[in-house]
């Protein structure tokens, strides 16, 4: 893919969120998907990852997705393969239905002032929606560092609202499926003021950071775990 393209389907802090991009694509066989979901997909990223792959793809956010998603499709000639839908990530209407289900920072803003169980509700809601043997392929904040924490909570407007996960707490909401594979990345990424910023932060990450600090440290979780 090209930078470019990766730019389209990430959209911010592109270095340090497209690792997950890069270990989906080489851990899914994808000639065995046929169709996928994104929730919270506002810009309409991931769906033009998954339509780009040729798979039929819904595209879904709370309210108003096309509004916010369907140019970027009609701009890589995908949007014959996209269908848009309202969807609430904790009620989602589909059971035994997907091959495939993607979400991208979702979970926080769905758990605000604290509702730790709406965020689980979510993880029971992509269970039930996807088909036997389905994956979900999952990318989320953390909660991370108390310097994390701290600044967010500072600079960051919803900084005090959101929900932010633990590694522990991701884990355990994924316990009811057959199998899990979790991976963390990004420390210094997040902190960038602009995305030049936020790519030099990451590359001193990928050089230094990843490879030193625990993962609770890590403000990324990704990883693909199956039904």
Request: proline share 2%; charged share 25%; hydrophobic share 35%.
């Amino acid at each position: 893919m090209t930078k470019e393209l990766i730019k389209d389907i990430i959209q911010w802090d592109i270095k340090s969120w497209s690792k997950a991009l890069s270990y989906w694509e080489n851990n899914i066989d994808w000639d065995k998907i046929q169709n996928g979901l994104e929730l919270g997909d506002r810009e309409g990223g991931l769906s033009l990852w998954l339509a780009l792959k040729g798979k039929t793809t819904i595209c879904s956010d709370l309210k108003d997705v096309r509004d916010t998603a369907e140019q970027l499709h009609l701009q890589h000639n995908v949007s014959s393969l996209v269908k848009y839908q309202d969807i609430d990530a904790t009620n989602i209407p589909y059971e035994n239905h997907f091959d495939i289900i993607v979400f991208k920072s979702i979970i926080g803003g769905i758990g605000r002032n604290d509702n730790s169980e709406i965020q689980q509700k979510v993880f029971k809601e992509i269970y039930k929606a996807l088909k036997p043997g389905g994956k979900l392929l999952f990318a989320e904040n953390l909660i991370a560092s108390p310097l994390h924490q701290g600044l967010r909570k500072r600079f960051v407007k919803w900084g005090s609202t959101w929900r932010y996960v633990t590694l522990d707490e991701m884990k355990k909401f994924l316990k009811d499926f057959s199998s899990c594979e979790v991976k963390t990345t990004g420390v210094l990424g997040t902190f960038g003021r602009n995305e030049n910023q936020r790519n030099l932060f990451s590359t001193i990450d990928e050089l230094i950071l990843n490879k030193v600090c625990p993962g609770h440290w890590k403000y990324i979780s990704y990883g693909i775990v199956e039904k």
